[in-house]
């Protein structure tokens, strides 16, 4: 929804499909985003109930940087960059709404991320939750 709407927007400052495209790929990532950030911020949070004061909210923000970095950071950046523009580009040739063709191309991006993101997930869960775990652990002894 925030790429269609960022699009919309787009088309009233500027005529160049390009930077309308751009605009609304970048606006559809921000949304997307905003949703994990949260999850994670909660996630975290939770699982590091242990800490206090700033040395938990600094804990929690540099794991939730990392866990996203690992679950979509290469995806995302293909993906904004290359694959949704094209899409959205490429979903013009079959519709003459701007709107639709936001719509359609956003959509079409989505599955290939649908596709590529369990991958990246599963490095996550390897990577920083597995770690993490240990670390809660450790902590746990040392009491």
Request: net charge positive; hydrophobic share 50%.
């Amino acid at each position: 929804m925030s790429g269609v709407v960022g699009g919309s927007l787009a088309s009233l400052w500027t005529a160049d499909i390009w930077k309308i495209i751009y605009v609304a790929s970048l606006c559809d990532v921000l949304g997307f985003y905003g949703y994990f950030v949260i999850r994670d911020l909660i996630h975290f949070s939770k699982k590091m109930h242990h800490l206090v004061g700033l040395n938990k909210y600094v804990a929690v923000v540099w794991t939730t940087i990392q866990a996203l970095t690992v679950e979509f950071g290469v995806s995302e950046a293909v993906d904004t960059v290359f694959v949704r523009p094209a899409c959205i580009f490429f979903a013009g040739k079959f519709v003459d709404s701007l709107l639709l063709q936001c719509l359609l191309g956003i959509a079409f991006s989505d599955l290939w991320m649908m596709g590529v993101c369990p991958l990246f997930y599963r490095a996550r869960m390897r990577l920083v939750e597995q770690k993490l775990q240990h670390k809660v652990e450790r902590k746990v002894e040392s009491m």
